[in-house]
């Protein structure tokens, strides 16, 4: 039950953060581009890739400390931070095909299953 808190917590932190400084990006840069979503996730990869960094190199951080931050609080700023952690994991343990098929099936198979979520629901008739 205490994971789940620590999840729920930092979750919802995470997805305050995520959309106050998507916001703000939008708010400097006016452009039909998505770069506040762009902006959103190579910040939460950096921060994702300083975390790991010091749980792997220092041995930073308690078991619920790492729920909290990796699980809630990254994972409720932006999932694509444990996209980028995780590839680059298989990369560093010498799995390329595996990293390669990662990336292909998460980037083909997540656009297919919008595209398909999409169609599924039919058209409005006014």
């Known amino acids: ?17 995520r959309a106050r400084l998507s916001g703000l990006v939008l708010h400097l840069v006016a452009t039909s581009f998505p770069l506040g979503t762009l902006v959103v996730n190579i910040v939460g ?16 951080f308690s078991p619920d400390t790492r729920v909290f931050l990796f699980t809630g609080l990254l994972g409720g700023f932006t999932t694509f931070s444990a996209f980028g952690v995780e590839t680059i ?11 390669l098929v990662y ?11 919008v595209w398909l979520g999409m169609m599924l629901i039919p058209h409005r008739h006014v």
């Open 89 to 99: 994991s298989r990369l560093r343990q010498g799995e390329a095909a595996v990293a």
């Open 45 to 60: 990869c950096f921060v994702a890739g300083i975390l790991s960094g010091l749980v792997e190199r220092q041995e930073w």
């Open 1 to 17: 039950m205490k994971h789940l808190l620590l999840i729920g917590l930092g979750g919802g932190l995470g997805a305050i953060g």
């Open 103 to 113: 990336v292909a099936l998460s980037v083909v198979g997540g656009l297919f299953a």
